[in-house]
């Protein structure tokens, strides 16, 4: 029986109906206590009657009320009066995003950004472990300023036009895990689904704001989940309309989950980058609306967590607004440099200087809304206060913080200022005295009061992630913060920054940091020593994501650990991790791209290196990470990439401006240009390595001398662009000269370990290109041709370069051999229609050129 107006539920008063369907009634109701106007869903009797459904509803709302997120409607209450269950949520004004499409598509800018206001929304959910399930345009509410709501999360309907898929694999009227049209392909199959899962139905979204029609839609809702399972959506008919938003549909679309975004984030920032290229505004763009007040559909949304919506979609909007004030998109991140502290102590604590400004950093990196210069992209200004203007046009940055500290003892004083860019105005001072144990609750003041100063939002999570202390011994942290100032590349040095964190991490077992930090070192050492100091830094960042889940670096040290045993999978969803705790992770970004290089993934490669060159726009390295899928997919694109970028060209783009010499065939042309950067940089390993390859493929006189100097120290380690270590291109040599009785051990050597490495889970393709040239010396033509097929298989797309290697000569007449290399065009030339290549020369050139 509908409740009459003056019915008390609890504190709240009934005023009016809004809206009534098949699983309840929605009402408009006053709160007495905090004085304003809600809406208060009465839940049917056959649920409020079930204990379980009940405890579970309780138990995920919790969950959802604490996301406190401008994107996700608001759970105020729940609750039981009179034999009655309720709920009740914030009262919206507005329309669904259904009643929006109703009148036909959006603007692609629109369009992006309102489904990144949708992505920003479930990134704060996902983080929480929240998957929404079903995800459409019913459950969007647009507000009148624009701005985007999330409802029912959670959600189970027992709607007809909905179809339950059970873990065994029927379908059925019932239980209701999300809606056809909608759902995911895995949610089709009766899956355990993930956030990915979310994002495809996101993508189906997307693709109905742009097209004014549904990507999966059939006769009935069996067809219309066959052709989720079995058809392509059309992406023809969004034309012309805007192709980086055609692309990120397809990539949201992906039958795979490992084919999609793997983040809300990462979605979030692809669709932010479109819309904040067509409007002008920081605010979310207006919807158009009916053209009288009349005709507006009343609203009262609410999240019910796994109970129940109205039947059929059935919500009204109200007539009044929310008690919140209403709340803009947040606009692109805004990009800030921090400043090398000045050490005002004696020199030998200037380690510990240099480590306040890297976790000042990293504490102001975990801001989402704030885009934080890497320390590399700074270190280039010598004297920042007079480079101001400069260092502000070239980073893209309107702040930068500056500051001083002084150690003496147990006593620590900083002092910091926060500059607007380029006038140096200061927005904020302060200066704190503490001693060293209450460093990192300095660290993390100064990172919130500077968002305080930039009136930033902070989402609770991000919140909680900078105020969590690392540790409360002070000993253990000036162990630590000494360590990081030592060079992990040299062997000798790198033991010693192990041992420093040995004694940090005795003092206090529990300094998950110290443990991220060791997992590093142990993973250099494990790039020239093999599997076990791997394992071992694998087991260390094990440890510190146990002590802490939350931290950033840990994850990335696992990822990057165990993509060097090969375990592609884990590798890229702890590296994406990482980036999702700490969005101006530059390197994780980096390091991520060149990951998908090595699995063949060159589009997402390309994605990742654009994301990260923001972060550090002027250093090398950044451009040589754009560059390296480029050189697949258009080589002489990246090479007006690599070389627009003279000001700043250093060894790694000079070494794959060389990598393109060779890859055309000229490989002594290659290694004269690294013979120069080997000898203005004698102590970059990598460039030694390229030039020992370089010297092979091009028949140098030292070839055989500069090998002999590497193959018994490290002779697992791997080349710099082609898979193959020491011992092979050392057997090569010996099989050139006609020295199979030496060559022989080595060529067995290098098989048994790639044996041990492929058996070990190393899904990578650089064991199976090196058995191509070990089998050919042995003569075996048949395995050699088998093994590359899977190669390819396993990520190797370079066609180029086996046309020109020395050591798979022998097949290069093979017909399989040739059809191997015609299958990586066709794959690459599919990647290509599906890659953004727009501007990428652009990127590149020297930032007083541009616009």
């Known amino acids: 029986m509908p409740l009459?107006?003056?019915?008390?539920?609890?504190?709240?008063?009934?005023?009016?109906?809004?809206?009534?369907?098949?699983?309840?009634?929605?009402?408009?109701?006053?709160?007495?206590?905090?004085?304003?106007?809600?809406?208060?869903?009465?839940?049917?009797?056959?649920l409020a009657a079930d204990p379980d459904r009940i405890a579970r509803f309780e138990r995920e709302a919790h969950a959802v009320a604490a996301l406190t997120h401008p994107n996700i409607l608001a759970i105020h209450d729940f609750g039981s009066s009179g034999g009655v269950s309720y709920a009740v949520t914030e009262l919206l004004e507005g329309e669904t995003l259904r009643d929006v499409l109703d009148r036909g598509p959006l603007a692609p800018a629109k369009a992006a950004s309102v489904t990144a206001q949708i992505a920003r929304g479930l990134e704060a959910a996902h983080g929480r472990g929240i998957v929404h399930r079903d995800l459409k345009p019913e459950n969007v509410f647009v507000l009148e300023d624009g701005h985007v709501k999330i409802l029912d999360f959670g959600l189970a309907k027992s709607d007809v036009s909905d179809v339950a898929v059970t873990s065994s694999g029927l379908t059925g009227a019932g239980l209701v895990?999300?809606?056809?049209?909608?759902?995911?392909?895995?949610?089709?199959?009766?899956?355990?689904?993930?956030?990915?899962?979310?994002?495809?139905?996101?993508?189906?979204?997307l693709y109905e704001l742009l097209a004014g029609r549904r990507a999966f839609k059939s006769d009935s809702a069996v067809d219309t989940l066959h052709a989720t399972l079995h058809a392509d959506p059309d992406l023809t008919v969004l034309g012309q309309r805007s192709p980086p938003l055609v692309r990120i549909v397809g990539r949201c679309l992906e039958k795979k989950p490992s084919s999609r975004f793997q983040s809300a984030a990462d979605l979030r920032f692809a669709l932010e980058s479109v819309a904040n290229g067509h409007d002008t505004g920081t605010a979310a763009p207006q919807i158009v609306r009916p053209r009288s007040r009349s005709h507006q559909a009343l609203f009262a949304a609410l999240t019910l967590v796994t109970l129940a919506a109205v039947a059929g979609g059935v919500w009204y909007a109200a007539r009044v607004r929310s008690a919140n004030p209403p709340v803009v998109a947040i606009p692109t991140a805004r990009g800030i440099a921090v400043l090398p502290f000045d050490n005002l102590g004696q020199p030998d604590q200037a380690y510990f200087t240099a480590g306040m400004t890297e976790e000042v950093t990293s504490q102001l990196s975990k801001i989402s809304a704030l885009r934080v210069m890497s320390r590399n992209a700074v270190a280039r200004f010598k004297d920042p206060p007079a480079q101001l203007a400069e260092m502000t046009r070239e980073l893209n940055i309107g702040a930068v913080l500056a500051g001083s500290v002084r150690?003496?003892?147990?006593?620590?004083?900083?002092?910091?200022?926060?500059?607007?860019?380029?006038?140096?105005?200061?927005?904020?001072?302060?200066?704190?005295?503490?001693?060293?144990?209450?460093?990192?609750?300095?660290?993390?003041?100064?990172?919130?009061?500077?968002?305080?100063?930039?009136?930033?939002?902070?989402?609770?999570?991000?919140r909680a992630r900078i105020e969590r202390l690392p540790t409360s011994n002070?000993?253990?942290?000036?162990?630590?913060?000494?360590?990081?100032?030592?060079?992990?590349?040299?062997?000798?040095?790198?033991?010693?920054?192990?041992?420093?964190?040995?004694?940090?991490?005795?003092?206090?077992?529990?300094?998950?940091?110290?443990?991220?930090?060791?997992?590093?070192?142990?993973?250099?050492?494990?790039?020239?020593?093999?599997?076990?100091?791997l394992l071992a830094a694998v087991a260390a960042a094990q440890t510190a994501l146990t002590i802490d889940p939350q931290l950033a670096s840990a994850h990335y040290q696992f990822g990057m650990a165990v993509n060097s045993l090969g375990r592609i999978d884990e590798a890229r969803q702890a590296v994406q991790r990482a980036i999702e705790l700490d969005s101006n992770y530059y390197l994780a970004m980096q390091d991520l791209a060149i990951m998908e290089v090595n699995y063949g993934r060159l589009d997402q490669a390309v994605y990742w290196a654009r994301r990260a060159l923001p972060l550090a726009p002027n250093v090398s390295g950044s451009y040589y990470t754009l560059g390296l899928p480029l050189t697949f997919l258009d080589d002489q694109l990246a090479k007006r990439l690599l070389t627009s970028t003279t000001r700043r060209a250093a060894p790694l783009e000079q070494g794959l401006l060389a990598v393109i010499d060779l890859r055309h065939g000229n490989a002594a042309a290659g290694l004269d240009r690294m013979r120069t950067v080997e000898a203005a940089n004698p102590g970059n390993a990598e460039m030694s390595e390229l030039v020992t390859e370089l010297a092979v493929y091009a028949g140098a006189a030292d070839a055989e001398q500069r090998l002999d100097a590497v193959v018994t120290t490290f002779p697992n380690m791997r080349g710099f662009w082609a898979a193959y270590t020491p011992r092979t291109l050392r057997a090569y040599l010996f099989m050139h000269a006609g020295q199979l009785e030496r060559a022989r051990p080595l060529i067995d050597a290098a098989l048994a370990e790639n044996r041990k490495l492929i058996e070990g889970g190393d899904h990578s393709y650089f064991p199976l290109y090196e058995n191509v040239a070990l089998q050919l010396m042995l003569g075996n033509r048949q395995a050699a041709l088998d093994l590359f097929d899977k190669a390819i298989d396993a990520g190797a797309l370079d066609s180029?370069?086996?046309?020109?290697?020395?050591?798979?000569?022998?097949?290069?007449?093979?017909?399989?051999?040739?059809?191997?290399?015609?299958?990586?065009?066709?794959?690459?030339?599919?990647?290509?229609?599906r890659v953004d290549l727009s501007g990428v020369v652009e990127l590149g050139a020297p930032a007083e050129t541009k616009n």
């Open 407 to 462: 150690h003496d003892g147990s006593n620590v004083r900083v002092s910091v200022q926060l500059l607007a860019a380029p006038s140096g105005e200061v927005r904020w001072s302060e200066q704190y005295d503490r001693t060293v144990s209450n460093a990192f609750e300095v660290q993390s003041d100064i990172a919130l009061r500077v968002a305080r100063a930039l009136q930033l939002s902070l989402p609770r999570e991000e």
């Open 800 to 833: 180029a370069f086996p046309k020109v290697d020395p050591l798979v000569a022998g097949l290069r007449e093979e017909p399989r051999f040739l059809a191997a290399l015609a299958r990586i065009d066709r794959t690459l030339a599919e990647i290509r229609r």
């Open 177 to 205: 895990l999300g809606t056809p049209g909608y759902m995911s392909p895995e949610q089709v199959r009766g899956e355990v689904v993930d956030h990915r899962s979310d994002i495809f139905s996101l993508g189906c979204v």
């Open 474 to 533: 002070a000993a253990a942290y000036e162990l630590y913060l000494k360590q990081r100032g030592v060079n992990p590349n040299v062997p000798e040095r790198n033991a010693e920054g192990i041992r420093l964190l040995d004694e940090a991490i005795a003092l206090d077992p529990r300094f998950a940091l110290a443990h991220s930090s060791r997992a590093r070192r142990l993973r250099f050492s494990g790039y020239r020593t093999g599997r076990n100091d």
């Open 4 to 46: 009459a107006p003056g019915t008390r539920l609890g504190t709240y008063e009934v005023i009016a109906p809004l809206g009534a369907g098949g699983m309840g009634e929605v009402y408009r109701a006053h709160d007495a206590n905090l004085r304003r106007d809600v809406a208060i869903k009465v839940l049917p009797a056959s």
